[in-house]
């Protein structure tokens, strides 16, 4: 992991954000977060939202927190008229693809997700 606190805070609340935080609650203390920013599908010709991250406190999950986030954002989706809501899931990680799975989320098997990242970047920009 790279990221500092820094870069997250420019991220999400510099001048110009480009990503978005919703923070889940349990007794009034902070038990989870949705890290998410918008997207856009050619397909549909509308925007969606990608959620780059889901975390909810081990002592908290099964509370409903989870699904309260994922829920906020799909009613985003829906006041927005946004076309797409997506995030990956890691293909071990059996508990959160059952929880998926239980609220109707398909497996998108036919994409291959690619990615460029440092050295890789720095070449296909010739730099």
Same mark, same amino acid.
């Given at each position: 992991?790279? /990221?500092?606190?820094?870069?997250? /805070?420019?991220? @999400?609340?510099?001048?110009?954000?480009?990503?978005?935080?919703?923070?889940?609650?349990?007794?009034?203390?902070?038990?989870?977060?949705?890290?998410?920013?918008?997207?856009?599908?050619?397909?549909?010709?509308?925007?969606?939202?990608?959620?780059?991250? !889901?975390?909810?406190?081990?002592?908290?999950?099964?509370?409903?927190?989870?699904?309260? !986030? !994922?829920?906020?954002?799909?009613?985003?989706?829906?006041?927005?008229?946004?076309?797409?809501?997506?995030?990956?899931?890691?293909?071990?990680?059996?508990?959160?693809?059952?929880?998926?799975?239980?609220?109707?989320?398909?497996?998108?098997?036919?994409?291959?997700?690619?990615?460029?990242?440092?050295?890789?970047?720095?070449? @296909? /920009?010739?730099?």
């Amino acid at each position: 992991m790279t /990221a500092t606190q820094g870069d997250t /805070a420019a991220a @999400l609340f510099g001048e110009n954000p480009r990503a978005f935080a919703d923070i889940a609650e349990l007794d009034g203390q902070p038990v989870g977060f949705s890290l998410w920013f918008y997207n856009y599908s050619t397909f549909v010709g509308r925007h969606g939202i990608w959620l780059e991250d !889901l975390f909810v406190r081990p002592s908290a999950r099964g509370s409903g927190a989870g699904k309260a !986030l !994922l829920v906020n954002l799909a009613k985003r989706c829906v006041e927005e008229g946004l076309g797409r809501f997506e995030w990956s899931v890691l293909d071990w990680n059996a508990p959160s693809i059952a929880f998926y799975d239980s609220l109707g989320a398909a497996t998108m098997d036919e994409w291959l997700i690619r990615r460029l990242t440092g050295e890789g970047i720095r070449k @296909l /920009a010739g730099v």
